[in-house]
Structure formats: C-alpha cells, structure tokens
C-alpha cells in the first residue's frame, strides 16, 4: 500500500518556519489585555454623538478617536485572524477571532452616528472648517464622506434602506446555498482511475487533466446540474441584478454601473475602455486559441480544452531559502532599499512558510499599520507557482510596509483597484528573470504558456465577465426582461465573441453564467483586469526606465490610499482612463503568443 506523507501539526512545525507575530502582540496575554481595554473604551464614542456640527475642534477630535480605536482594531483582529489561520482546528483562536469580531461589531455600531452627522452639516460650513489645523489631517478623508452627499437620502428614508438590508441579499444567499451546498454533482473517474467527487473546487482541477475524456465527462456532467436547476439560477440572478438597480435608482446614480464605480471615483470611460480595447484585439485572442488546438493534436478545441497546461511543468525543485533568492534576484530592478527591506523582513520571519494540519489553504498577505506585513504561503519546493506566489504576496506586504511607513493610519490602506498592481508587478518582474535564464527549450515554452494563459484569465475572461454584467445590468435598467432565455443568449453571444469562429462551442457554456458567484457582486471583476493591465505597462515602464520611473513606481507603493485610485496610478505613470494601458498588456499577449508558436 502507497504510504500517504501525513502533513504535520501545528506543534511540530520548526519554529523557523512559522511567522513571528511579537510585532503586533507578544503572546496571548498581551492580546488579551489590550483587546479588553480596547473594549471599554467603545462607550466614549457616546461623548461625540449629537455633537459634531458644533464646532471643528470636536468634529476633530471624534475623528481622532475612532481612528485610534480602528488602528487598535486592526492590530488586535490581525492577531487573531492570524492565530487562527495557523490552525482551524484549534478551538482557542476560533474563539478568540469569533470575541473580537463580536466586539468590532459593537465598536461598528457605536460608530455608526458619525458619517450621517458629518453628511448633515453643510457643504459650506465643512469647506470652511476643513481649513482649521486640527481638521487637517482628516480634510480627504471629509471630502470622501462629503461626495456621498448627493446620493444621500433623507433620515427617514435611509432608515427604511438599512431596514431591508437582509431582505436584499436574498437572491445572492439563495444562490449560495443552491451552489455551494444543494447541488451533487457526483463522482468522476480521473486518469489514474480514482474516483474524484466532483464538486466546485474540483472542476477546475479535472479540467485540466491530460486525458480528454476525463475533462469532457467533467464538463458535461457539471454542467448537467446547472441545466437542471436554470429556472431557478436564473431567478437568482435576475433576482441580485433588480436589487443593484433598485438601489442606484433610490439613491439618485444614473446606474448600477455609475453607483458600483462611485466609491473609488472611476469614471465609466475607464470601464467602457477596457470592454473595447479588449475586442479589439480579440483576434489575438483567437489566434491563441488556434495554437491551443495545433499543439494540442486537437481536430476542434473545446472550452473544457482550455485549462490544460500545452506543456506539462518542467520538473524544478526550489527549496524556501532558493525561492527567496530567486524572488529578491527577479526583484532588482525595483533597488535595494525594496529587495533589502523584503529581505530583512523575510529573515526576520514575516512568512509562514509551510502547509500543516488545519492551516489555512492557499496564501494571504496581511499588512497593518503597526505590525510587520505576514504573508501565509503553504509553500511546496517543487511547485513553481508557488514561487510566483511568494513574489505576488511579497508585493502586497511590501505595499503595505512602504505606506505604513509614509501615510497617517487613515490613509495608508490601499484599495482593491490598486493593491493587484504591486502584487501582479511582482509577478512579471519574476517572469521576466527566468524567461532571461531560460534557453530555447521546454522550459521557455512553459513559462510563456503560463503567461499567456494567466493575461488570458485575469484581463480577457475577466472583461467578458464585466461586458456580461454592464449589458445585464442595463437590460433591467430599461425594462427588459431578464429570463433563463435571454440570460443564455446574451451569454452565448459573448462566448462567440471572445472565443472566436473556430472555437467548437458547446450549448452547455451558455450556462456558465448561473454559476459565477462574482456576479451577485456586480461589477467588481474589472478591477482584476485593469490591474493586471497597469502592472504590465508598469513593469516594462521600470524595467525599460531609469531612476524616474523607479521612483514614480516606489512613490504609488508609499501613497496608500492619499489619492483616489487613478491618480495614483497616473502618478507612477499610467493612465487608466486612456485604452493605452490595457493594449499595451494585450499586445504583449500577442508577443507572448508569437514567439510561443515559433517554440513549439
Ligand atoms: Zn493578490
């Protein structure tokens, strides 16, 4: 019988090979008296409450308080989520996460007078106020708060908005609950002959199995399940796309679409973009597919063809300490400050380096204000994503490590739409290098794969994502229907258009689009896309620029969130609202594609 390598506990992990978290609380008991002060000083929010439109030393010094205790927050719940990644099994940390995240709930309520306040007070009394020294420090953070003004309703009716919170997230619970338990999908025989439950998480890994008949089995009896509960998807859906609407009509936005970018002040421009760049260049896109279905000996090429590596992974072997040294050496170009500091940080045992019982899956980067940037890898020597993995999550940590040491505590967290850039940047500086070192071979030919497979992913399917939920969105918008049929078709016509004339098309993708959870939070996806884009033009802006360049990129990771997200990035040298940025990743696509059919 083949011994099965059991993984170890938590207990028996070398302790080098675990992070050190004494930067945020140095044991348990620490975390324990600071969480109970912290929980006695929530009553002081009540001294504010009622009074902020007085004068701007108190709207100051409320603003002042609840940025301490979020700070105090952030610090304590890193701990314990931390802690109780480590191992899920241990029943201390799920209680001591499950107490905190009880009390920041309370601390959340307390709270909770002071953005209507703050949106009560008139514009010009703010303006005028946002001018005194000790309203300084919080000027953007009012002026955000301030924006919302417009589309803020009366106290009574926002009343009735927050009343029906529950109710609105009906259709998206439902779907989760249809999705995540209700449906069976049974078992599939995999290449090896093992039985395989086929289930969400697996689908993606049967597919990409080198026996056709495995993914095609997969695909057919996956999408059975979604076949025979559409009606009801369809509702779902339906049911979360009517919710988006009602909402953007109560508050006063021209759309669901105006209302989803209002909060990181994006322009449509930037959204209608990127929808356009990308079918421009969707022939490339085709081109690929082309090459997919040749090198594969395949007649036609089907989706459920189109997660399988071309090439199988070359055997590699990287241990931590060599991992660590490729990372730094992929990571020169961005100046040894950055590598020395990432350095020192992953000696000084930011990472938890290893898989044990009950640890988290995957990876996590977890930066905060006071404490060191942990990253969470369960990292396998003789996986080379997981070098890619290593250098994505170093970006964010080093995102976090440059802004908490440049911004005040309120603005130093940066966004969605630009924490993927650090961390994708990372990543291509890291293909870069090994496609340096690699010769002509096999080894060349799967790094560009992976490339061209993973642009695919984030920038291409990701678009067709955002099309899919901008048409959806505006056929509630203008009264049409949105039923299991034109659901389909809308899909269907998007399928054609973004897999090409030559693509064998099966009628059972159409049903891709019951079963995306991202879309019961609706135009969010873009974001994957227009960060991945802005770090490619970054990364070759760095590597083909001089010390201008490096330090735009070096100045975006210090600024946090000190600017709305496009600023930002058009400081360090992109514009997002121009479709330059997202051609410049897509024909680096078309590159990647060429010279990867002149390999193969
Ligand atoms: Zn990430």
């Known amino acids: 019988m083949k011994k099965i390598k059991k993984l170890p506990a ?52 409320c603003l002042r308080f609840d940025c301490d205790l979020d700070r105090w927050g952030e610090r304590l719940g890193g701990y314990a989520y931390l802690k109780a ?209 040749r090198k594969m000996r395949l007649r036609d090429l089907h989706h459920y063809d189109t997660y399988v590596p071309i090439l199988t992974e070359q055997s590699t072997r990287h241990t931590w300490d060599e991992a660590v040294q490729l990372v730094l050496g992929a990571l020169h170009p961005l100046g040894g400050e950055y590598t020395a500091a990432l350095e020192r940080g992953l000696c000084a045992r930011w990472c938890d380096r290893y898989p044990n019982r009950g640890k988290q899956s995957g990876a996590f980067s977890s930066g905060s204000y006071d404490g060191d940037p942990y990253i969470l890898m369960n990292y396998k020597p003789d ?40 961390s994708t940047f990372n990543e291509q500086l890291l293909c870069q290098h090994l496609l340096q070192q690699a010769d002509d071979g096999p080894r060349r030919a799967y790094l560009l794969n992976r490339e061209i497979d993973s642009i695919r992913a984030t920038i291409v399917r990701q678009t067709m994502f955002a099309e899919f939920e901008k048409i959806t969105h505006e056929m509630a918008e203008s009264g049409r229907p949105l039923t299991v049929q034109t659901f389909k078709e809308v899909y269907r016509q998007l399928l054609e258009q973004y897999f090409g004339p030559d693509f064998a098309l099966d009628d059972e993708l159409a049903l891709e689009c019951f079963r995306i959870p991202h879309f019961y939070r609706a135009f969010y996806v873009y974001k994957y896309a227009t960060g991945l884009s802005a770090a490619i033009a970054l990364s070759r802006r760095v590597l083909g620029g001089g010390a201008q360049e490096l330090n735009g990129y070096l100045n975006f990771l210090q600024a946090g969130c000190s600017k709305d997200p496009l600023d930002l990035l058009r400081d360090a040298g992109v514009d997002m609202a121009s479709p330059e940025p997202v051609e410049t990743a897509l024909s680096h696509f078309e590159q990647l594609v060429a010279e990867l059919d002149r390999l193969l």
């Open 10 to 61: 938590r207990n028996e992990v070398p302790h080098a090979d675990t992070w050190d978290l004494s930067s945020l609380f140095a044991d348990d008991a620490a975390w324990e008296q600071a969480f109970r002060k912290w929980e006695r000083r929530i009553p002081g929010y009540q001294r504010f409450c009622g009074q902020l439109a007085s004068d701007p030393a108190t709207l100051a010094a």
């Open 85 to 293: 990644a480590e191992d899920q099994a241990d029943s201390r940390y799920q209680a001591m996460l499950a107490r905190f995240q009880n009390v920041a709930t309370r601390a959340g309520e307390a709270a909770s007078y002071i953005r209507p306040e703050i949106l009560a007070i008139s514009a010009a009394k703010i303006n005028q106020w946002c001018e005194a020294k000790e309203l300084k420090p919080y000027r953007l953070m009012l002026q955000r708060i301030l924006r919302y003004k417009k589309h803020t309703l009366g106290k009574r009716e926002e009343g009735l908005l927050a009343m029906q919170g529950e109710m609105a997230q009906t259709a998206s619970k439902t779907f989760r609950q249809l999705h995540d338990a209700d449906l069976k999908f049974g078992s599939i025989t995999n290449e090896r002959g093992e039985q395989v439950e086929l289930g969400n998480a697996t689908f993606l890994q049967v597919l990409q199995s080198p026996q056709r008949s495995v993914r095609r089995a997969a695909f057919t009896q996956y999408y059975q399940q979604f076949q025979a509960h559409e009606n009801t998807l369809a509702a779902t859906l339906s049911g979360s796309i009517h919710t988006d609407a009602y909402y953007a009509r109560a508050r006063g936005y021209d759309s669901s679409l105006a209302a989803a970018l209002f909060p990181d002040n994006v322009p449509q421009a930037v959204y209608d973009n990127l929808i356009q760049a990308v079918h421009r260049r969707l022939p490339a896109v085709h081109r690929y597919y082309d090459l997919r279905r």
């Open 383 to 422: 996986v080379l994503e997981d070098v890619f993995t290593l250098a994505h999550e170093a970006g964010h940590s080093m995102h976090s490590y440059y802004s908490a040491r440049q911004q005040p505590f309120q603005y130093y967290n940066y966004t969605i739409f630009v924490a993927e850039v650090a």
